[in-house]
């Protein structure tokens, strides 16, 4: 099992001159802790116009920040929007192969098509076209970068022969991913050989039976990179206290704060009606079981409580077949920063060696010590 | 805490149908049609709505038509206007004001659910090519609008929000209320196409200021649509986590 940390950028109204940069800050200084403490991954969403949810709207900078002030810890786009109005796709190879460049390898390369009509209204993208569009993306992105001259007629764009330049430090490319958020998505992740990044808080039950779907499926798959990346990424709530009680209802505020200001945001089914997106209940559905246990009590899976309460959590994680959690620190900066990061020490201390054992050095297919 | 209404709805509650019970049976409208222009709201989103509830990210504007070809009453057409927001973390469409055709169904609609809504020519056209609805009030047209372009969907595609309808509730004494209506809906025949809104006087849907800045969707449906018992009362006036009052319900035989 690897840990890592997972970047939202939730900014509290009021908005005063220096919020933003006290919050940004706050988060590259939970990103630095998280290296030092062992933590695998940081990382970031890619979201528009999500006040106070999420202000992450360039991520690439925000993780080449932290790739510049941290050694080993790996850094993820989570995701980014393969939609054109978005991001262009050349770009999107280009300024991720910066990244995995400059960050000596480090880089995991999350993929998804934004699920708010919020965003997609906002650069005009059409709701019913943006699975096609990501299909189409996660099939050119690795050729963009194996490949010396590369040339295009699809539907999402076409360009004539170039050069992409430059190219992933990693070889052949670094690791893809799809967030994973809708039913069936999971699928889509496994028959193209990628990565699944769960980005439905909780819900473990439910989880437990997509993986398993997922890693039936993968085993026929057409890799759209050079290589399968079979592993199964989850996200959850951390904060690890002494006191369980205590552990527990500031988690539990922080779930609740998330949910509801997520909540806030127009789901692309509540403006346009498309079979594209399925009922956002299903998104909500599993962030609720993130908030409301059976009885009152914590929800399985929500890794909030004290050390030994966190460990079960995680514990069942694991049995459910996840490789990866992805840690929520705080939301809204409800949490003052000084406790945020005694809950990652707390975690790193109690927890985190009840789970490293059998650990692969190197993230799967890719090497980051390949060099141009 | 997202951002919230600064708008005093008992200063427009006059006109407000006054419920003096909030016992109702459902009233099921078989084989209605109903038309939805959906846009992005133009407007200052916090002027328009009651402190209780958040604006939506972005707000919008949501011009429903439905016809109901037969009911208790006869057929009616109603029109209304609302503003899309949340209670809390729900999504729900603010109702200030609209307008029905048919006197006795505005009286029901009125004194079971607690819709504002007036006496109007109300008109719902649908055609093969396009949808067309218009509003006209004393002669002039408050609302004209169509949904261009239809191409089929399926009901499953569709999803409408519940309306908190401005009233007044007699209990002890005369409170200004937001009446949670939320129909069911069982789907025929369901097409998307654009909106388009050639007229809207804001003013006549006591929506000062508001427009249909950007449109996102139509819908055009054939369904089923029932209105239910009332579940839920919101007061305008409260902070969003505690505007929510439910309300006590039959128990199961």
């Excluded at chain 1, 209940?281 to 050390?307: A, F, H, K, M, N």
């Excluded at chain 1, 790193?348 to 141009?372: C, H, I, L, S, Y």
């Excluded at chain 2, 949501?62 to 057929?75: I, K, Q, R, Y």
């Excluded at chain 2, 218009?134 to 047209?141: E, I, K, M, N, R």
Aim: hydrophobic fraction near 35%; charged fraction near 20%.
């Amino acid at each position: 099992m690897k840990f890592g940390v997972f970047f939202e950028i939730s900014v509290p109204r009021p908005w005063g001159p220096e919020t933003e940069y006290t919050v940004y800050q706050n988060c590259l200084e939970q990103a630095r802790l998280a290296d030092e403490l062992g933590f695998d991954q940081a990382w970031a969403v890619e979201h528009h116009f999500l006040e106070e949810y999420s202000h992450c709207s360039a991520p690439e900078i925000f993780l080449t920040a932290i790739a510049m002030q941290t050694k080993q810890i790996r850094v993820g786009h989570g995701i980014v929007t393969c939609v054109p109005e978005l991001n262009n796709p050349i770009r999107s190879a280009e300024r991720a192969a910066v990244l995995d460049l400059v960050s000596g390898g480090r880089l995991e390369f999350g993929t998804g098509r934004s699920a708010t009509w919020t965003e997609l209204g906002g650069f005009g993208a059409n709701p019913d076209e943006t699975k096609k569009t990501w299909d189409e993306y996660v099939r050119v992105i690795p050729k963009m970068w194996t490949q010396e001259r590369f040339s295009w007629q699809g539907r999402a764009f076409s360009m004539p022969e170039r050069s992409i330049l430059p190219k992933p430090y990693q070889k052949p490319h670094p690791p893809m991913w799809v967030a994973v958020t809708s039913v069936g998505t999971e699928i889509d992740a496994a028959a193209r050989g990628l990565g699944s990044l769960g980005l439905s808080f909780g819900g473990v039950g439910e989880q437990a039976q997509k993986i398993a779907g997922y890693r039936k499926r993968i085993q026929s798959c057409d890799p759209v990179g050079e290589f399968v990346n079979e592993q199964v990424n989850t996200v959850s709530f951390l904060y690890c206290h002494e006191d369980d009680e205590k552990g527990i209802t500031t988690g539990q505020r922080m779930a609740g704060t998330f949910n509801y200001l997520s909540e806030q945001t127009l789901a692309t089914r509540q403006a346009y009606p498309t079979p594209s997106y399925l009922s956002p209940g299903l998104l909500y559905q599993l962030r609720q079981e993130s908030t409301s246990g059976p009885e009152g009590r914590v929800p399985e899976g929500l890794t909030i409580g004290d050390p030994h309460r966190v460990a079960q959590a995680v514990a069942r994680w694991e049995e459910a077949g996840v490789d990866r959690i992805n840690f929520l620190l705080n939301v809204h900066e409800m949490v003052p920063q000084e406790d945020v990061l005694a809950s990652m020490r707390l975690f790193a201390k109690e927890v985190m060696p009840q789970f490293q054992r059998d650990e692969t050095p190197e993230p799967a297919g890719a090497t980051a010590a390949g060099g141009a | 805490m997202p951002l919230t209404g600064t708008r005093d709805l008992s200063t427009i509650a006059d006109s407000a149908p006054l419920l003096t019970s909030l016992e109702t049976e459902p009233w099921e409208l078989k084989g209605a049609q109903h038309l939805q222009l959906h846009y992005e709201l133009g407007g200052d989103r916090q002027a328009l709505l009651p402190p209780a509830l958040h604006p939506s990210i972005p707000p919008t504007l949501l011009v429903n038509v439905t016809h109901a070809p037969d009911s208790e009453v006869g057929a009616f057409t109603l029109a209304t206007v609302r503003v899309g927001c949340r209670a809390g973390a729900r999504p729900r469409g603010l109702l200030v004001r609209g307008y029905c055709d048919s006197a006795s169904a505005t009286s029901v609609l009125r004194e079971r659910w607690g819709f504002p809504v007036d006496l109007a020519d109300v008109h719902l056209d649908p055609s093969y090519a396009r949808a067309t609805t218009s509003v006209t009030l004393d002669g002039a047209t408050i609302l004209a609008g169509e949904l261009v372009d239809p191409q089929p969907i399926t009901g499953a595609d569709v999803q409408y929000m519940a309306t908190l309808a401005l009233a007044r509730v007699a209990r002890d004494g005369e409170e200004t209320l937001l009446i949670q209506v939320d129909p069911d809906y069982t789907f025929d025949r369901a097409q998307r196409g654009v909106p388009r809104l050639t007229a809207f006087d804001a003013e006549a849907w006591n929506l000062p200021g508001a427009s249909g800045a950007h449109p996102i969707s139509a819908s055009l449906t054939t369904v089923d649509m029932t209105l239910p018992r009332l579940r839920y009362l919101v007061h305008p006036d409260r902070d969003p986590l505690k505007a929510v009052e439910r309300l006590p319900q039959p128990q199961p035989a």
